[in-house]
Structure formats: structure tokens, C-alpha cells
């Protein structure tokens, strides 16, 4: 049973950063792209970035390239989401994802999410 758990999520200023955390299991995670996807009150899901399955590549949306970072632990079967210079627009509940950008949501697979509040 594919699962994940996300964490590392919470209220942060603007300007400020923070790292989230994803543990997967239930998959070999080391032979899946994974994403980053999140969920802004009152809209839909967003794709926000994506990392091949070695680790080697990655993509980024253009509201939070140049910002955040992804990476991936295939011996932790964790991915990561590194988030600086965080704006009042990246408040959203945010998911990893089975996937790259263009099957995550067509697959229908991810986490409960981690809250990210952005606020003075």
C-alpha cells in the first residue's frame, strides 16, 4: 500500500524558510519521480516541483523557482522540499506526490499534507 507522510510544515514570516519532509513507503520509491504539490484555501491543487528517480533532475513552477529546493534520499525513502524567501502566496497545505509533473495527478497518489502558513 503506497503511503506518505509529510512534515516539517508551520507558520513562518515572510521572508522566512522551512523544510519539508516526506516519508514514503508501501513502493521501491527509488524507481518513481516524486513531486511536490500543494493546496492553496480555496483553490486547487498546484504542481510546485518534481525530481527524477535518481535525484538527478529537477523542475520547479515559476511562482517558486530560484526559492525552493527539492531533493530525495532513496536509501531514507524520504523526499524533501526546501523553501526560502517564503511569500504570503505560498500559504497552502502541501502534498508530495507519486509522479513527475505530468502523471501525479492522473496516478491519484499522495500524502495528507503539512500546513505552511506564511504571516507577519
Known amino acids: 500500500q503506497v503511503q506518505f507522510v509529510e512534515s516539517g510544515g508551520g507558520l513562518v514570516q515572510p521572508g522566512g524558510s522551512l523544510r519539508l519532509s516526506c516519508a514514503a513507503s508501501?513502493?521501491?520509491?527509488?524507481?518513481?519521480?516524486m513531486s511536490w504539490v500543494r493546496q492553496a484555501p480555496g483553490k486547487g491543487l498546484e504542481w510546485v516541483s518534481d525530481?527524477?528517480?535518481?535525484?538527478?533532475?529537477?523542475r520547479y513552477a515559476d511562482s517558486v523557482k530560484g526559492r525552493f529546493t527539492i531533493s530525495r534520499d532513496n536509501a531514507k525513502n524520504m523526499v524533501y522540499l526546501q523553501m526560502n524567501m517564503l511569500r504570503p502566496e505560498d500559504t497552502a497545505v502541501y502534498h508530495c506526490?507519486?509522479?513527475?509533473?505530468?502523471?501525479?495527478?492522473?496516478?491519484?497518489?499522495w500524502g495528507q499534507g503539512t500546513q505552511v502558513t506564511v504571516s507577519a
Open positions: 508501501g513502493f521501491t520509491f527509488s524507481d518513481y519521480a
Open positions: 525530481i527524477n528517480s535518481g535525484g538527478g533532475s529537477s
Open positions: 506526490a507519486l509522479g513527475p509533473s505530468s502523471t501525479w495527478r492522473a496516478r491519484g497518489s
